[in-house]
């Protein structure tokens, strides 16, 4: 990549990275997976409480909204998260990863609580996107920090993991809104209002433990701060060396990275690399992302209203359905995480894709022919998302380590955008209006879309996925298409 004269830098020699990736799982290595993938939880939890609260913002007692006007707050919640991305994606790698998923946190958390005070569908709209611009930049700044501090040989499961705790979040909403809405406790008038006051309770209790995650040590280098990036892997390796017996973990022999301390380049030169040089795995990047966005908001956002208008389950009770559904897909990628360490990168996400639309096909056609109960739905649903939350977070694993550092931030921003800009808003405006109709055709026309999007990824991941696993982020972003 070239940069600009004024701001390049002779290239430095650094074994910064190779002494990230040498060293042996810890309690630090705990807590900064247990601080950053938290916004995943969070996540989980926004997209749940709008699914388990669709139905029951409709009553009259609540908001009174329609079906379709459901869909679009699921859909206006994805346009700020697309917004927020590219917005703190590109202020991800100029100013930091630290500055960022402090300040996307906050904007989370204030829109959260204004959710709670809603009185109609304009007030519920636009606190909806403003809590998508928060979440959205959290994936960028998120990504990118988790990729950058994480050893290299167990990035492909830890990365899985984390994402897979967006269930932890969606089963804990599904939790909520069952309490909560209970008429022995609060009942459905308040109970939505005080399901999403928890919410932003949480993201306070998350902002405490996150003020102790260091800057990544990788972007200080890119930004010619290498002492203060000595300094931060000399206190993270004393903090591990007092855990694994007092030394410093030896150095693999991995050749020092060489970068140059260029600052970040121009928006027009991330787009122009992205085009040409990595064309090839923006094409595959593109398509798993778009693939996975349209199945899961499709789904998730529009699950209440299936249950409730093809199978009569009652509003409060929608929640007990939620739990088998986020435990596959917790399951899945702790499961098969590992798996994309060992067997590789390339053949996993081959696998879980196509499997993933073979299963969403079946499905619907099963859907469509009124073979199933809401109960027997569900069970679908589980086993078909252990392995379709795979493939989701081997998206996200995939753009977070293809890229080069120092556009890493804003290459996540970019097809995060897109793809869920075009699956992720449209898919729950198509769902809502397809079940707004009361057809089961219409509904399953919708699962044989997103089928086709995930048999394609699949089929594109066989024949040019990056077989990254194992391998430092330095190296990945040199390997050629």
């Given at each position: 990549?070239?940069?600009?004269?004024?701001?390049?830098?002779?290239?430095?020699?650094?074994?910064?990275?190779?002494?990230?990736?040498?060293?042996?799982w810890?309690?630090?290595?705990?807590?900064?997976?247990?601080?950053?993938?938290?916004a995943?939880?969070?996540?989980?939890?926004?997209?749940?409480?709008?699914?388990?609260?669709?139905?029951?913002?409709?009553?009259?007692?609540?908001l009174?909204?329609?079906?379709?006007?459901?869909?679009?707050?699921?859909?206006?919640?994805?346009?700020?998260?697309?917004i927020?991305?590219?917005?703190?994606?590109r202020?991800?790698?100029?100013?930091?990863?630290?500055?960022?998923?402090m300040?996307?946190?906050?904007?989370?958390?204030?829109?959260?609580?204004?959710?709670?005070?809603?009185?109609?569908?304009?007030?519920?709209?636009v606190?909806?996107?403003?809590?998508?611009?928060?979440?959205?930049?959290?994936?960028?700044a998120?990504?990118?920090?988790?990729?950058?501090?994480?050893?290299?040989?167990?990035?492909?499961?830890?990365?899985?993991?984390?994402?897979?705790?967006?269930?932890?979040?969606?089963?804990?909403?599904a939790?909520?809104?069952?309490?909560?809405?209970?008429?022995?406790?609060?009942?459905?008038?308040?109970?939505?209002?005080?399901?999403?006051?928890?919410?932003?309770?949480?993201?306070?209790?998350?902002?405490?433990?996150?003020?102790?995650?260091?800057?990544?040590?990788?972007?200080?280098?890119?930004?010619?701060?290498?002492?203060?990036?000595?300094?931060?892997?000399?206190?993270?390796?004393?903090?591990?060396?007092?855990q694994?017996?007092?030394?410093?973990?030896?150095?693999?022999?991995a050749?020092?990275?060489?970068?140059?301390?260029?600052?970040?380049?121009?928006?027009?030169?991330?787009?122009?690399?992205?085009?040409?040089?990595?064309?090839?795995?923006?094409?595959?990047?593109?398509?798993?992302?778009?693939?996975?966005?349209?199945?899961?908001?499709?789904?998730?956002?529009?699950?209440?209203?299936?249950?409730t208008?093809?199978?009569?389950?009652?509003?409060?009770?929608v929640?007990?359905?939620?739990?088998p559904?986020?435990?596959?897909?917790?399951?899945?990628?702790?499961?098969?995480?590992?798996?994309?360490?060992s067997?590789?990168?390339?053949?996993?996400?081959?696998?879980?894709?196509?499997?993933?639309?073979?299963?969403?096909?079946?499905?619907?056609?099963?859907?469509?022919?009124?073979?199933?109960?809401?109960?027997?739905?569900?069970?679908?649903?589980?086993?078909?998302?252990?392995?379709?939350?795979?493939?989701?977070?081997?998206a996200?694993?995939?753009?977070?380590?293809?890229?080069?550092?120092?556009?890493?931030?804003?290459?996540?921003?970019?097809?995060?955008?897109?793809?869920?800009?075009?699956?992720?808003?449209?898919?729950?405006?198509?769902?809502?209006?397809?079940?707004?109709s009361?057809?089961?055709?219409?509904?399953?026309?919708?699962?044989?879309?997103?089928?086709?999007?995930?048999?394609?990824?699949?089929?594109?991941?066989?024949?040019?996925?990056?077989?990254?696993?194992?391998?430092?982020?330095?190296?990945?972003?040199?390997?050629?298409?």
């Open positions: 990549m070239t940069v600009n004269a004024s701001t390049a830098a002779a290239p430095s020699a650094s074994d910064i990275p190779a002494r990230l990736d040498s060293l042996p810890s309690r630090w290595h705990w807590r900064v997976v247990m601080a950053l993938g938290i995943w939880v969070l996540d989980g939890l926004e997209v749940t409480l709008i699914g388990s609260l669709g139905s029951v913002l409709e009553r009259p007692d609540t009174g909204l329609t079906a379709a006007q459901v869909g679009w707050t699921g859909s206006l919640y994805i346009a700020g998260a697309v927020g991305a590219l917005l703190f994606g202020l991800t790698d100029r100013l930091g990863r630290k500055k960022l998923f300040i996307t946190l906050a904007v989370y958390m204030a829109a959260t609580l204004a959710t709670a005070f809603s009185t109609g569908f304009v007030f519920l709209s606190c909806r996107f403003i809590t998508g611009l928060g979440i959205g930049g959290e994936y960028a998120i990504n990118s920090a988790i990729d950058e501090l994480i050893p290299a040989r167990v990035r492909g499961r830890v990365n899985l993991a984390i994402n897979a705790s967006f269930w932890i979040g969606a089963a804990f909403g939790g909520l809104s069952l309490v909560l809405l209970d008429p022995d406790v609060l009942g459905p008038a308040l109970g939505w209002r005080a399901c999403f006051i928890l919410g932003a309770v949480l993201a306070v209790a998350i902002v405490l433990v996150r003020r102790h995650v260091p800057e990544s040590p990788r972007w200080l280098l890119m930004h010619g701060r290498a002492d203060e990036a000595r300094r931060i892997i000399e206190d993270i390796e004393a903090q591990v060396a007092q694994h017996g007092g030394t410093a973990p030896p150095v693999s022999a050749r020092p990275a060489v970068s140059k301390a260029s600052g970040t380049p121009p928006l027009r030169q991330v787009v122009q690399v992205l085009v040409h040089r990595y064309r090839v795995r923006s094409i595959v990047v593109l398509a798993m992302m778009v693939a996975q966005a349209f199945i899961y908001n499709a789904i998730f956002f529009t699950y209440s209203l299936v249950l208008r093809f199978y009569q389950v009652q509003d409060n009770k929640a007990l359905y939620i739990f559904f986020a435990l596959g897909n917790v399951l899945g990628p702790f499961l098969l995480g590992p798996l994309f360490d067997v590789g990168r390339r053949r996993m996400i081959t696998l879980t894709y196509v499997l993933s639309g073979i299963g969403l096909a079946l499905t619907g056609w099963a859907f469509m022919q009124g073979w199933l109960t809401a109960f027997s739905q569900a069970m679908c649903w589980t086993v078909l998302f252990f392995i379709a939350s795979a493939a989701a977070s081997s996200y694993l995939t753009v977070s380590e293809v890229f080069p550092l120092e556009m890493r931030a804003m290459a996540i921003s970019i097809f995060y955008a897109i793809g869920t800009g075009t699956g992720g808003f449209i898919a729950p405006v198509l769902f809502g209006w397809l079940i707004e009361g057809n089961r055709s219409s509904v399953a026309i919708g699962y044989a879309v997103g089928a086709v999007l995930a048999l394609l990824a699949g089929w594109l991941a066989h024949s040019y996925a990056v077989n990254a696993e194992r391998k430092a982020l330095e190296e990945v972003a040199s390997l050629s298409d």
